[in-house]
Structures are given as C-alpha cells and as structure tokens.
C-alpha cells in the first residue's frame, strides 16, 4: 500500500472578479513531488 500524506490550508477570499485563485500548489504522488509552487487564476469573463 502507498503512504498518502495530504496538507491544505484555505482562507475565505470575497473578489467577484476571480471563478478560481489558487496561490503556491503543492502535490505530490508516491513521495515524488509532482506539482510545486503554481499559482493558478481564473478571471470571470465580462
């Protein structure tokens, strides 16, 4: 069996311009870190 080990941390964030912010993503699979330090955001359309 594989060791999973998970960590997130969230705040409330009110902007009605942003669908999606993610700020310094981090994810791993197996204990190889896989994703590092990506800031993802999704503005709504006007």
């Given at each position: 069996m594989t060791n999973l080990t998970t960590e997130?941390?969230?705040e409330n964030i009110s902007n009605e311009?942003?669908?999606v912010e993610i700020?310094?993503?981090?994810?791993?699979?197996a204990g190889v870190a896989v994703i590092r330090g990506v800031?993802?955001?999704v503005e709504k359309a006007r």
């Open positions: 997130s941390s969230s311009n942003n669908l700020k310094n993503l981090s994810a791993g699979y800031n993802l955001q």
